[in-house]
């Protein structure tokens, strides 16, 4: 994990000896964002999933083994010695099994079983199946999550890019206007021209609406640079510099017919993949469920070992003796649990939540093309409006010189120019707006296809 990290690093160095490229934003962004490394645990979660089932088929060991204490005992298992011959007292068994009279002996025992499962009638290998889907589930949250992260890097980056060319560009109106408030400031202080102080009021009133716009784009210039840098983990210390300068819409949308892109965007989702192994890991677990009641064949060896070295050993076959003894056997069993009402609940929750997945599933084949459809249709038409609005704004900024120079020549009014001025600043706007909305409708439309790595 961490070297592959680091080669990304080194890769992006480049690019940002030069100013930071959207990819290497994306790119940046998914490597360092805390998100998807939680779905990337979630992925070591189920694969950890898939280790424990198949670890249910190894051997496995249950051990029992302390150390304690027994009372003493020695001498034969009769009252009195010797006995039942003739003349000799008859043979009674001691009764004093629980005297401390010979003091305490330890005690140390010892019980174990080796076994190794031979058959489980398919349910672990309904199990497996369950968790190997569930692995290509976790996997696709992935995805889904490193589309999400490059969304939103592309937002803030276009966001950035649009409020700084706004900034530029209402600076450079900024300056015009305040040149054309001294102008006719000069005029009427001279008495020359046909300056008046309502022409003044008008240009103070556009300077004026200029200066709240420059305030309204350093604010979104503020509020995208923090989202960036919060992506991309990029240190307040260190500027932000951009390998692009000024806003400019993508290249032209896709040409592929829209069925096509539906058809691929069905067959390469996240999504999709999510909910055909999910489908896939619920159908597992109910035939798992099913096959609860069913027995396991194993094969081990059980044994045991108790001593307790103050106490004397019998060795008759027929008497067994707890606190010394040994033994060891291979045995084949069999281990079966059978309680029919809870499996058969067990199973009615598995078809229950399969059930669910195979509605959403149902939702999402019929939501998808929709999704498809509607950043299909947005992107083209963005991509028309800005063509139209970006004419707009050429034909607005060659009214607004044109206007300008009739006015320092004395041969325009001054509320000509303060329209010219209105609509450039109108225009040029929109055309930012439009930009911004189209390349955000492009990366969209990426997203809902699915074709991000």
């Known amino acids: 994990m961490v070297l592959p990290l680091v080669a990304l690093l080194l890769i992006s160095l480049p690019a940002w000896g030069s ?3 959207l990819e290497a934003a994306m790119e940046r962004a998914v490597a360092v964002d805390p998100r998807l490394e939680v779905r990337r ?41 010797p006995c039942g011959g003739s003349g000799q007292s008859p043979c009674r068994l001691r009764r004093d099994r629980y005297s401390l009279e010979e003091g305490l002996s330890p005690w140390l025992f010892t019980q174990f079983t080796l076994v190794k499962p031979l058959y489980t009638f398919g349910k672990l290998e309904q199990y497996r199946d369950a968790a190997l889907a569930n692995i290509r589930v976790r996997d696709a949250a992935v995805r889904l999550t490193r589309g999400e992260i490059r969304l939103q890097v592309g937002q803030a980056y276009y966001g950035y890019l649009a409020a700084v060319t706004a900034a530029a560009f209402l600076e450079d109106a900024e300056g015009r206007i305040q040149r054309a408030e ?23 009133t556009g300077k004026a609406v200029v200066a709240a716009y420059r305030a309204q784009a350093q604010g979104m210039r503020q509020v995208a640079e923090k ?4 992506l991309v983990q990029l240190p307040e210390e260190r500027p932000l510099v951009l390998a692009e300068t000024r806003l400019r819409p993508l290249g032209p949308p896709p040409e592929e017919p829209l069925d096509r892109l539906t058809h691929e965007a069905l ?69 079966w649990q059978w309680r029919p009402e809870i499996q058969q609940a067990k199973v009615e929750q598995a078809r229950s939540e399969l059930d669910s997945l195979i509605a959403q599933g149902e939702f999402a084949r019929r939501g998808i093309p929709f999704q498809v459809a509607e950043q299909y ?17 050429r034909a607005a900024r060659r009214w607004l010189v044109a206007a300008y120079s ?11 120019l303060a329209t010219a001025f209105q609509a450039y600043l109108l225009a040029y706007s929109q055309y930012l707006q439009a930009v911004y909305r189209y ?9 809902v296809i699915g074709a991000y790595p």
């Open 439 to 447: 390349n955000v409708h492009r990366l969209r439309l990426d997203q």
């Open 267 to 335: 067959e390469q989702r996240p999504e999709m993949t999510q909910l055909e192994q999910g489908q896939r890991a619920r159908r597992a677990l109910m035939r798992a469920k099913k096959l609860d009641h069913r027995p396991n064949l194993y094969l081990g060896v059980v044994g045991a070992f108790s001593f307790s070295p103050a106490r004397e050993r019998l060795n008759n076959p027929y008497v067994y003796d707890p606190f010394n003894d040994y033994g060891l056997t291979p045995v084949v069993g069999i281990q």
């Open 41 to 81: 645990q979630e992925v070591a979660h189920a694969r950890a999933l898939l280790q424990e089932v198949e670890g249910q088929l190894g051997p496995r060991m249950d051990l029992d083994a302390f150390v304690g204490l027994s009372p003493a005992v020695s001498g034969s298992p009769f009252e009195a010695e």
């Open 182 to 204: 001294r102008l006719i400031e000069g005029w009427l202080e001279e008495g020359e021209g046909e300056a008046s102080p309502a022409d003044l009021y008008a240009i103070q």
């Open 19 to 21: 100013g930071l490229t």
């Open 406 to 416: 009739d006015f320092e020549a004395g041969v325009e009014s001054a509320d000509k």
């Open 227 to 230: 989202a960036l840098r919060l």
């Open 377 to 393: 249709h947005q992107a083209h038409a963005a991509h028309q409006e800005l063509s139209q609005l970006e004419q707009g704004a």
